[in-house]
């Protein structure tokens, strides 16, 4: 167990929905990672939070968006979801910003669009 | 831009054999390397990874890696696999300034008991 959460686990939708996947980082850990597992694209950073702020984006669609709340926890908000987004999303947390940190990895949540 | 290169897609081996997994980065400046696994229906943990100095790192589980700077690579290897080691396996990169892990697309390591 690596101290990060994350809810649901499986999320099953229809194709024009709108979901939000929750996560809360370790104790004491300032920043949130969000990433896409799937079968075509592999493992893809979506963004990165820091304290509240956005500090990066990745390979992130205009459909989809995050926040950090002020308790830490993030949410990443997936909207007119289509078939290809079908992928496990794992939050992951570090302790600082960037440099030399380890990120530790939530157990995911498989989202299903139908 | 980062890319990680990982050679096996898939690798099948019986238990006690040895393993040992490629993994080749591009990256323009100072890197920081991570092997993560992913048992099945698991999230990914670390196995381990390297910042600096000694660049034969050990990790969990009875696995090491070498780093070496001129070859780009950061292979994993155990000595003796376990019917449990069976998972995929993923090496990351890091830049000494950055904020995400770059994967590579991950190797298949199937145990047979």
């Known amino acids: 167990d690596s101290g990060v959460t994350q809810t649901p686990k499986h999320l099953i939708t229809a194709t024009g929905q709108r979901v939000t996947l929750r996560c809360s980082p370790r104790?004491?850990?300032?920043?949130v990672y969000w990433y896409q597992q799937s079968l075509d694209q592999g493992l893809q950073f979506l963004i990165h939070y820091y304290n509240g702020e956005e500090r990066a984006k990745g390979n992130i669609l205009e459909r989809f968006s995050a926040q950090q709340f002020p308790d830490l926890h993030s949410e990443l908000n997936l909207s007119s979801l289509e078939l290809g987004d079908s992928a496990l999303y794992f939050c992951?947390?570090?302790?600082?910003?960037?440099?030399?940190?380890?990120?530790?990895f939530g157990p995911g949540t498989r989202l299903l669009v139908l | 831009a980062q890319s990680v290169s990982q050679h096996n897609h898939h690798v099948i081996l019986s238990e006690a054999a040895s393993l040992e997994l490629g993994c080749n980065y591009s990256?323009?400046?100072?890197?920081?390397l991570f092997w993560y696994v992913q048992y099945p229906g698991q999230h990914l943990q670390l196995l381990l990874k390297y910042f600096s100095g000694d660049p034969l790192v050990k990790g969990i589980k009875g696995f090491e890696a070498e780093f070496i700077k001129s070859k780009f690579s950061f292979n994993l290897r155990k000595p003796s696999v376990q019917w449990s080691d069976t998972a995929e396996y993923f090496c990351?990169?890091?830049?000494?300034?950055?904020?995400?892990?770059?994967f590579g697309a991950g190797t298949t390591v199937t145990v047979r008991a």
């Open positions: 992951a947390s570090s302790a600082a910003g960037t440099g030399v940190v380890t990120q530790y």
């Open positions: 104790s004491g850990d300032l920043s």
């Open positions: 990256y323009g400046g100072t890197v920081n």
């Open positions: 990351a990169v890091m830049g000494s300034n950055d904020y995400k892990l770059s």
